[in-house]
Each structure stands twice: as C-alpha cells, then as structure tokens.
C-alpha cells in the first residue's frame, strides 16, 4: 500500500516568499546615503582647513614689492606686482620680495687713459628698480640684480668714457664733462634692463705720482704765463691809452692854436693883467710896455 505524495512547487514557491518577508532584513554594515552627505561635508571642511592651516601669510613692508611665481598655475605673475601691506597666498606658490629704494654701489678700477696710461678711477652709482617693471627684472636678472646687472655696467661705462681722454683732460679741465657723460651712457643702460638711475658721481682720479706732478706743473706755468699776457696786455691797453689821450691834445692844440688871432692874445693878456692889478696881495709897478703890447710887471711881492 503506498502513500500518495504530489509535489506542488508552485505552492511551495509561495511559502518560501512569505517567509522571506517575514523575516528582519539583516545589517550588512553598509553606511546609509545620510550618513554620506555628512561625511562628505566634513571631508570637504577639514580640506579647506588644511589648506588655510598651511598657507603662507606675508607681509610687505614700505619700500617693498612683491612678485608671484605660481607654480600650477602659469609660472611668474607678470600682471600684477604686490604692494605694501599683508598678503595670503598658498604654500606652493612662492613670493619673491624685491627692495625698491634707492641703493648705492660703490666701485673702485683701473682704467686705461686715450694715451695708454693706466688710471684708478672711484665711481659711486645710485638706483632703484623701477617699480613697475619687477616681474620683468626679476626674471631677467633676479634679486641680485646689483650683482648682476649694475656692477658689470658700471665698469664697462667707465672704461668706455676715461678711453676717450687724456690724463691731463681727467685731472683737471674736463672731469665734470666725463662725469655727465657716463651718467648719460649709464641711464640709457639700465633704463632699458628695468633700473632707474638716480646719480653716477666720480669720487676721485688717481695718477700716478710722475704724471700727477708734471701736470700740477703744467698748470703752474699755464696760469704763470695767463698772468704774464694779462700783465702785457694791460700795458699795452694802457700805452695805447695814452698815445690816443695824446694825440687828442696835440689835435686839440692844433685847433686851439688856428683859432687864436694876436687880438684874441693881447685881449687875454689884458684880462689877466687886470686880474693881477687887483689883487689885494699883490705889488705891481708898471713901467712902460713890454714888446707885445702888454703892460710890464716888474715886481710882485706881500
């Protein structure tokens, strides 16, 4: 005798489902979309905090610029120089600082003269960066730009001008004419590699002690025979003066003398003899007539 057994799968299909709803959905540890966002948020923050946290804080101060080099970012900032005052920028980038004021470079060399004859000249120079073209000197020739740029500069201009004098020239007549021209040679110089030039000044020409000497005695004998020639020159200024003073009374005279007639003479003589018989400190005896007409006058006592 068998027992009948039919399986019904369909059935048995439908038990299963229910009982899977039925059952609590286990927790496989996964984190909910919630939870997430926030996470996030806070990731996002503590970025920013990090980034702020390691960010370089700078401060420019009065005769200073700043240029920027980013270095993700394009390179060297050309756009924009940075003034005076706090600045922020991020650690990666970096700020470069540039001294703006005037600064002085002092120089001492040994020049060759036009003749040959070796010189020591002693130069200062006075300059600034100009202060719009900082990004421009500092990739040119970056921050030791006296070193660089000034120095080399200085000393060539020097050369250049001394060459075309001579000692003589240097040491005396001519020195404030080479001065100007290498301040002229220099401004044209650095104007165009972004330096302003305030002043270049010649503290001192030495020569040496031979030729400073047969100079110094050259200009002795110069300003000697200078002296001489004007001595000359006002005597004969002054001998001329006296043969034109003389040749006016031998003119004067000449005239006087055609103009005089025997009348005007004797009327003359007259006057003056009234003039003597006037007198109260005169004693006159008149005797007679001299050969001219005249009265005589034999005596004149007080």
Same mark, same amino acid.
């Given at each position: 005798?068998?027992?009948?057994?039919?399986?019904?799968?369909?059935?048995?299909?439908?038990?299963?489902?229910?009982?899977?709803?039925?059952?609590?959905?286990?927790? &496989?540890?996964?984190?909910?979309?919630?939870?997430?966002?926030?996470?996030?948020? $806070?990731?996002?923050?503590?970025?920013?905090?990090?980034? %702020?946290?390691?960010?370089?804080?700078?401060? $420019?101060?009065?005769?200073?610029?700043?240029?920027?080099? /980013?270095?993700?970012?394009?390179?060297?900032?050309?756009?924009?120089?940075?003034?005076?005052?706090?600045?922020?920028?991020?650690?990666?980038?970096?700020?470069? $600082?540039?001294?703006?004021?005037?600064?002085? *470079?002092?120089?001492?060399?040994?020049?060759?003269?036009?003749?040959?004859?070796?010189?020591?000249?002693?130069?200062?120079?006075?300059?600034?960066?100009?202060?719009?073209?900082?990004?421009?000197?500092?990739?040119?020739?970056?921050?030791? %730009?006296?070193?660089?740029?000034?120095?080399?500069?200085?000393?060539?201009?020097?050369?250049?001008?001394?060459?075309?004098?001579?000692?003589?020239?240097?040491?005396?007549? /001519?020195?404030?004419?080479?001065?100007?021209?290498?301040?002229?040679? &220099?401004?044209?110089?650095?104007?165009?590699? %972004?330096?302003? *030039? /305030? =002043?270049?000044?010649?503290?001192?020409?030495?020569?040496?002690?031979?030729?400073?000497?047969?100079?110094?005695?050259?200009?002795?004998?110069?300003?000697?025979?200078?002296?001489?020639?004007?001595? *000359?020159?006002?005597?004969?200024?002054?001998?001329?003066?006296?043969?034109?003073?003389?040749? =006016?009374?031998?003119?004067?005279?000449?005239?006087?003398? =055609?103009? &005089?007639?025997?009348?005007? *003479?004797?009327?003359?003589?007259?006057?003056?003899?009234?003039? &003597?018989?006037?007198?109260?400190?005169?004693?006159?005896?008149?005797?007679?007539?001299?050969?001219?007409?005249?009265?005589?006058?034999?005596?004149?006592?007080?």
């Amino acid at each position: 005798m068998y027992n009948h057994f039919e399986l019904n799968i369909p059935y048995l299909y439908t038990l299963t489902i229910k009982k899977r709803n039925n059952m609590s959905q286990p927790n &496989l540890g996964f984190p909910s979309g919630k939870f997430l966002g926030t996470l996030g948020v $806070i990731f996002l923050i503590a970025i920013v905090v990090i980034i %702020f946290s390691n960010a370089t804080f700078i401060t $420019i101060d009065a005769g200073e610029r700043g240029v920027l080099f /980013r270095r993700f970012s394009g390179g060297l900032e050309k756009t924009k120089i940075y003034s005076p005052g706090f600045h922020v920028y991020a650690p990666w980038n970096s700020m470069y $600082i540039y001294n703006v004021r005037e600064q002085q *470079l002092e120089e001492q060399m040994d020049v060759l003269s036009s003749n040959g004859l070796n010189i020591r000249v002693d130069v200062t120079v006075r300059a600034h960066p100009s202060f719009d073209k900082i990004p421009e000197l500092h990739e040119t020739f970056g921050k030791d %730009f006296i070193q660089s740029l000034i120095r080399p500069e200085v000393r060539s201009s020097v050369r250049k001008i001394i060459g075309r004098f001579t000692p003589e020239e240097l040491y005396s007549t /001519r020195r404030e004419e080479v001065q100007t021209l290498i301040q002229k040679d &220099l401004e044209s110089t650095l104007s165009k590699n %972004f330096v302003t *030039l /305030r =002043a270049a000044l010649i503290r001192e020409i030495s020569l040496p002690e031979k030729v400073r000497t047969a100079i110094e005695e050259k200009i002795q004998a110069e300003q000697l025979s200078l002296k001489f020639e004007y001595i *000359l020159d006002q005597e004969k200024q002054e001998s001329e003066r006296k043969i034109i003073e003389a040749k =006016a009374k031998a003119e004067s005279n000449q005239i006087l003398t =055609a103009s &005089l007639s025997d009348k005007i *003479l004797k009327d003359k003589g007259i006057e003056a003899t009234l003039k &003597l018989a006037n007198s109260p400190n005169s004693k006159i005896i008149i005797i007679g007539s001299g050969k001219d007409g005249l009265p005589l006058i034999l005596g004149n006592q007080n």
